[in-house]
């Protein structure tokens, strides 16, 4: 088989071992918290805020009302609303500030991360743990092929996807209709 296809098959299996490992019990208690949130705000620094961008895209286009954090239309959290902050290192500086804002305005935070002892998820409320290997290659992290986070990026974008399968109660025609017409 070519290189170039043998390499993503790897990067799939690597995604599957993450994936099965992945608490369903968790992954139930984040989609309740997103039905029941009066608003979502999604969070996440570099590649971790893009995954969250293309998840928040999606919850728009399921109807729900969400928010990414740091766009100039955002306004501020409030009690009712969640935050989902993605860090796989859990340890960016942004996110423990934005849990910290959150929690003062007794809203709720949902974390996404590889670290189950981040200091961000002792002010969550929930985590999704991975088991997926950051850029910081710490010792109980799974050996991966691929550079910095990917392993966790393309864990979480799958995740969160599969997320939308279950909340999504809209048509492909529904959703479809509240994509941009401006492209
Ligand atoms: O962009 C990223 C980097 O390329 C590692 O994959 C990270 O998503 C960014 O540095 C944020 O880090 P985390 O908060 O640990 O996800």
Redesign the pocket.
């Known amino acids: 088989m070519d290189f170039y296809k043998e390499t993503a098959l790897s990067c799939i299996k690597e995604v599957h071992a993450v994936v099965e490992k992945v608490s369903e019990d968790q992954l139930h208690y984040l989609a309740n918290m997103l039905t029941t949130a009066k608003r979502i705000f999604i969070s ?8 969250g961008k293309a998840f928040a895209m999606r919850l728009m286009h399921a109807g729900y009302h969400v928010y990414v954090v740091g766009e100039t239309v955002t306004p501020s959290i409030e009690r009712g609303d969640l935050l989902v902050l ?7 500086v942004a ?1 423990y500030d934005f849990a910290k804002k959150t929690r003062e305005k007794d809203a709720s935070i949902a974390l996404v ?2 670290n189950r002892d981040a200091e961000i998820g002792k002010i969550s409320d929930k985590l999704l743990v991975l088991p997926a290997a ?3 290659r710490k010792t109980n992290e799974p050996d991966t092929i691929q ?4 392993q ?2 393309q864990s979480v974008h799958i995740l969160l996807d599969a997320l939308i399968v279950y909340l999504n109660q809209e048509s492909n025609e529904k959703m479809r209709k509240r994509h941009t017409n401006m492209e």
């Not at 993605?86 to 960016?92: D, F, Q, V």
């Not at 550079?147 to 990917?150: C, D, E, I, S």
């Open positions: 996440g620094e570099g590649r971790s805020g893009l995954m993605i860090s796989g290192s859990g340890s960016s996110a991360t590889t950051t850029k910081y550079p910095l986070g990917n966790f990026d």
